[in-house]
């Protein structure tokens, strides 16, 4: 029997996690004799509590192809994370009793760690309840910190973006370090894991080549340390350009930027680690500084999105259809690098109990021994992740992102299901 | 008899300033018969006070094409600005002295109205000390706020920048919004008037696309309004995105993000209105908010320049060139526009002293009724600005910007100059 699909996003959306849903939707559609229609949930797994899904079939070809270039989370993403089996049972039977109302054989999530931990339960609950579905996780954050994949999609091109800005900003403060600003911060995201900071290495080859600093969360802050090495940047070079991430830290575990808020996650909610930088290497220095902070830019910059990541997006969200035909369950697809130079990747899997609730942090080895900057290896690693550019195309100077129709999938449930 | 070229950058670069010098130096070698050798200043005037400067003839063609495709100063620019030609006399004598001793005719300008101002006081001296030189202007700001001129190289840049990021951040707070961040703001450049700030506006083209609000420099800003209309867009669009400019200020003339302190020309230095901003959005609504400022990464953002932007500021350094050779003195080219729709433009001329520390602001009837957004007549002026791409060239993920040899002209005089 033809069952429909479910698919959704998840968290913090990225440039290119649009890519997968074109990949999930054009699949399924090549194999409309097993897989009936794709409903999305509207604000991610909300959309299936609340009953309010987008039915995708009313979408013409052309607009699901203009998802791959479309930055942001076309059906809505959500931070919202489903709690334990046992604290939180009906929100899983009220899952189940979507799908089951819709006959929604398949689930695709789309997300990090806490989405496939999500995942993984629906494909346990749904056997348990008698209506059994085949859960597969499609990857995506920006922070590269999802375990046993070599890469996770997203991060590529906001490696691209910080690499790009990096190498740009510092051309502009260069030029004007006689007379006016001589170190430049750029705050980049990164909570507990340093890889966007790191792919900041990526704007330069030569240690006179900006970034000369990078701040990993993985190395606890240092602020003598640090100021001696700014000193030192800019006798020689005339100029410092610090990349720091928001999860830079103190030995003791303090955030730089700690506002001491928590996200619906409980992630400590972080800003502002660039002014606390400005504000250390003005007052231990006296440098004229100037930072930028790239906050949403840098995940949803599309315009300079890296090819290799849209590819590997769109390339999982298709495995994951495939992988949901070939009987597979609770998996998800995995960018698996075959070689680096020259660059060859493939597709694997891995079991979604594996991946959930884990973060990967940068190696040691990645991390230059001065904690200052990144090592040949993790220049190695890093440098085909950004290969490529995918140019969106332009209509009137800006990109002309597709904006889908989003029909509604009427409701089949009596009961309204109200969110906690 | 054969006179040499002296060029050089000042006060903030560009995305495109180093297209100009492009022009410049193309076409005084396609003048080789009447322009001798092109120095550059390293950083900017400075390099000529102290005898610094480079050779720009020992460059390669393709070296000097490439400064059309590369951000920043390649000959390091300076926000040093010249006294009052009876404050400080000594300057202008010795920039007379460097120019007689390097047989320098030519003299070509690249920057804002405080520059304008010092061409025109070199011309002016160098009559009275019986060394004529032909002191042409060269416009470049990102502000656009050079009179007479329709539009200042440099600006078409940083609007394409400002209309694709805001575009592309507003997808990701709108697929977020239902959990997530209700209320984002980009903090952009624009000390005085809100050009770059009002090219937000070209992100969307209805009242449900953001920017949802812009606050200008021009329109004093009005907590209860503005709060106001944060809730209405929330209300409406589940969202609101705001675009502010570093100079938006109070009606007492007090900006909103004043650091209290000022820069080389006497301008006060601003930094972080989108906090202040952010602030004021917690604190009178609540909303979860997230905040970026664009700081360099704008009007360094070559990857993203408008095409339009690049032929105008090709154009003027051409033009440049071509003026002196025409006799003209003391001028500076400007961008005609011809016409809207299609976009016409051509280059005119206008004197120094009539640039010379002028700002133009935006006119009162570019600025919506209610301060928050622009006039039909405003998108109408923006639009072709930031018409096409014009992508540079790239390797291994980056782009490959042009450096230059940088080989220094012999010094011949004995005396050294020192910088107050």
Known sequence: MKQNAFYAQSGGVTAVINASACGVIETARKHGNRIGKVYAGRNGIIGALTEDMIDTSKES?????GLRQTPGGAFGSARYKLRGLDENRAEYERLIDVFRAHNIGYFFYNGGGDSMDTAHKVSQIGRKLKFPVTCIGVPKTVDNDLPVTDVCPGFGSV???????????????ASMAKTSTKVFILEVMGRHAGWIAAAAALAGTTPAEAPHIILFPEVPFNKRKFLKRVKECVSKYDYCVIVVSEGARYANGNFLADMGTTDAFGHAQLGGVAPAIASIVRDGLGYKFHYAIADYLQRSARHIASRVDVEQAYAVGKKAVEFALAGKNSVMPIIVRNSDKPYR????????SRVANREKMMPKRFIRGDGFGVTAACRRYLEPLIRGEDYPPYRNGVPNYTTLKSVPVAPRLTTKFVLK
Chains 1, 2 share one sequence.
Not at 159 to 173: G, N, R
Not at 345 to 352: C, N, P, R, T, Y
């Open 61 to 65: 070809t052309r607009a699901i192809a």
């Open 159 to 173: 490696a691209k973006y910080v690499a790009v800005s990096t190498k740009e900003a510092a051309l502009d403060v």
């Open 345 to 352: 990747w493939s597709i694997g899997e891995v079991g979604l």
